[in-house]
């Protein structure tokens, strides 16, 4: 981490804060320690990142970069009275809209509106008449009709991504994955997609239609697949015209043949080359500079088949990294050691890699929100039969804790004086170590069953893939095992986090979710659905207890080794659902414990939040690498560190937006 005598001080690490999110940076420390060719490849995949920005806006909905464009033309070029109120909340509206990268929350994908009239939007559109991304043929008048409705009317697009039991999926979700075709319509073609698959003998593995749109055009439903040549061509284009200097630059030939192989997956669309990809990757263990970038995360469709575009760019923590490579280091002891059944068990655990890293460049899903630790690729064969990376992004959580010094969050909601200074001294640990344990191993652990491809739990599927890395985690955060392994030295560690867990699961994260409202978004449902449980399976002996004191709930564990014990529990009947590929027990846990909210309970804990002027939300400014140029040549890449969010926005869109407003 940066040196705490000379440069925390100066680093402000929280930037500015509005609506329900606040905006951060984080420092890349060690780049001035790379070489000029590490320092090169990381300015290369770092354009890379950023080049992809417009497929992420344009799969989330498909008028966000039609949204995101008026926006910024007024914000550019309007010249009326900028100081007024209602010039302020388009200002706001328009952070949002870049922090979620379009018009519905990134995190509970509810729409969400600015805090102006029609109209006065439509006002000033009319006063700054030019500008504007209309369609070929359209006037003001016809393009005002066509965008206004997009962002004020709640019956257009209310949510990005519906997960509603009962309803159609496709349907009732505005996510830009599906044109024209119901749940039924979408089921039906993958199904018939696998089954051809099997009559003509080729590979049945890949992940169908990850890197694709499903389009009904004139009663022929078809994919329409992202890669040069194809669907978000053009920004995919510059994605690989960095990625091939990037080559240039490779530390290793392992490593350049990774980057190679991704930039003919671009160029080809084709799944197979994308596992070769994968499988490639996951063996890259000598490369001190790492990156993701792809369609890889499904948690965006409904259906959970596909991927939005993300890339992050990073390079080891060496000194971090020992903690993680002690743990993956004993994979196979914690394998054979779980509570899971016996046959749903690897018997042989294959590269499990794991590093602690420093984040460089976010882009796409990834940003401004990040991921704190990330566990890639997704495929459980290729997880089975090469293994997987598995990374913590110390950098990031270390950003976390410093932005949130003093917020008053900890001494509101945790239930006693002893809690409290627990989590102030072990609370940072245990939250790296349970990240280091969901990811390295949680993810990575377990097999299905023969028959099993592992998209059987549909839209429950990422819910309880969470819960399943999460519960592998908590369960081992208090084995005996982390401290015989030098992990940790106290038992406050896991008692801390067993806390600080069943807390937000049961109580602090409701702040993040709308009066009202059920919960959707998959995190959050797996950390409910698990607090949920163990309180219900734990209520006779009271080995949690919910208490309630100057008309305040809390949360007291009264047992955390019996916790432990529940939460083996819990672990073993995930890992037999996702194993059997059960929809109905997988279906029934998530919405008996993971869906509803007390909303007697989300009414209290709102009322106290507010009290705290705390953003619930956070997100990152990226540093910027500058290259020194001499005669022509590169000589030395610089790491600036802006602190102007709005200023970032501009200049991607400026600089780095490359597809049409309607594709």
């Given at each position: 981490?940066?040196n705490k ?21 984080y ?23 950023i ?48 922090f ?15 805090e102006?009239s029609r109209?006065y ?19 003001l008048?016809?393009f ?32 830009n ?8 319509e979408?089921?039906?073609?993958y ?6 698959a ?17 389009v ?9 697949v ?12 510059r ?6 200097k990037?080559?240039?630059v490779?530390e ?36 001190h ?6 369609f ?7 259906l959970?088949m596909?991927?939005?575009w ?5 390079f ?18 914690f ?33 401004p929100?990040?991921?704190i630790?990330i566990?890639?690729?997704n ?16 950098n ?6 410093q ?17 409290i ?6 609370g940072?640990?245990?939250s790296?170590?349970?990240?280091d ?8 652990s377990?097999?299905l ?13 990422s819910?309880?893939?969470?819960a399943r ?35 937000n ?38 080995i ?13 564990i ?18 037999r ?8 027990a ?14 007697e ?7 106290r ?7 619930p ?6 540093p ?10 590169i ?13 970032q926005m501009?200049?991607?869109s ?10």
């Open positions: 981490m940066p005598e000379s440069s925390e001080v100066k680093f402000n690490y929280l930037s500015e804060q509005f609506a329900d999110l606040k905006i951060m940076r420092q890349v420390p060690g780049f001035d320690s790379l070489s000029l060719k590490q320092k090169e490849l990381v300015y290369y995949l770092s354009q890379a990142a080049a992809g920005r417009d497929i992420l806006f344009d799969q989330n909905y498909k008028y966000n970069l039609a949204v995101r464009r008026t926006l910024e033309n007024i914000l550019i070029n309007f010249e009326g009275d900028r100081d007024c109120e209602d010039f302020r909340n388009l200002i706001v509206y328009t952070k949002r809209v870049w979620s990268n379009g018009i519905h929350h990134h995190y509970s994908k509810d729409k969400f509106y600015p102006i109209d939007f439509e006002k000033l559109i009319r006063e700054t008449k030019t500008g504007f991304p209309m369609r070929e043929g359209q006037d008048d016809g005002i009709a066509e965008i206004a409705p997009v962002i004020f009317d709640p019956k257009i697009a209310p949510k990005a991504v519906s997960q509603e039991s009962g309803k159609d999926l496709l349907l009732g979700s505005a996510c994955f599906y044109e024209g075709v119901s749940e039924k979408a089921g039906d073609f199904h018939n997609l696998k089954n051809d099997i009559k003509n003998g080729t590979d049945t593995l890949i992940s169908f239609g990850l890197n694709s749109k499903l009904n055009k004139n009663g022929r439903i078809h994919e329409e992202y890669k040069i040549g194809g669907l978000y061509s053009a920004a995919i284009e994605v690989v015209s960095w990625l091939e990037a080559a240039g490779a290793n030939e392992h490593q350049k043949k990774v980057i190679e192989t991704l930039i003919r997956y671009y160029k080809t669309g084709d799944l197979n080359v994308w596992d070769e990809y994968n499988v490639l990757w996951v063996k890259d263990l000598d490369s500079i790492d990156f993701v970038n792809g890889i995360e499904n948690y965006g469709d409904p959970g596909k991927a939005t993300e890339s992050l760019v990073n080891k923590d060496k000194i971090a990294t020992k903690r993680a490579e002690t743990i993956s280091a004993n994979a196979q002891w394998e054979d050691n779980s509570p899971v059944d016996p046959k749903f068990r690897k018997k042989e655990v294959r590269g499990v890699s794991a590093k602690v890293i420093t984040a460089a460049q976010l882009g796409g899903d990834c940003y929100a990040t991921p630790g566990n890639l690729p495929a459980d064969w290729i997880r089975k039969e090469h293994g997987s990376k598995s990374v913590t992004i110390e990031i959580t270390y950003a976390y804790d932005a949130s010094i003093g917020n008053g969050m900890l001494e509101e909601f945790a239930s006693s004086a002893g809690e200074e627990l989590a102030k001294k072990y940072s640990l245990a790296n170590l349970h990240t344990l969901h990811e390295c191993l949680g993810h990575g377990g097999q069953l023969e028959g099993i491809r592992g998209d059987e739990l549909k839209n429950y599927g819910p309880l893939e969470e890395a999460d519960l592998f985690a908590l369960y081992y955060m208090g084995d005996p095992k982390l401290m015989a392994l030098g992990l940790i030295d106290h038992e406050g560690v896991f008692i801390a986090e067993y806390n600080s867990y069943i807390r699961g049961l109580i602090t994260q409701l702040t993040r979710i709308e009066p009202g409202k059920t919960i959707e978004q998959a995190h959050m449902r797996c950390r409910q659905l698990i607090a949920g449980w163990a309180y219900q399976l734990g209520k006779h002996e009271n949690i207890e919910v208490v309630l004191r100057n008309e305040k709930t809390y949360v007291t009264n047992n955390h080794q019996a916790l432990r014990a529940i939460f083996g529990t819990m672990l073993a009947e995930i890992q659902i996702k194993s059997e590929g059960d929809y109905e997988g279906r029934n846990l998530v919405e008996k414990y993971g869906v509803q909210v007390d909303q309970l989300h009414h209290q804990i709102l009322d939040f507010s009290k705290l002027n705390v953003a939300y956070g997100g990152f400014i990226n910027v690498f500058v290259p020194v140029m001499t005669n022509g040549k000589t030395d890449i610089k790491v600036e560190y802006p602190d102007d969010y709005s200023g501009i200049d991607y400026r600089n780095h937006s490359f597809l049409p407003t309607y594709n």
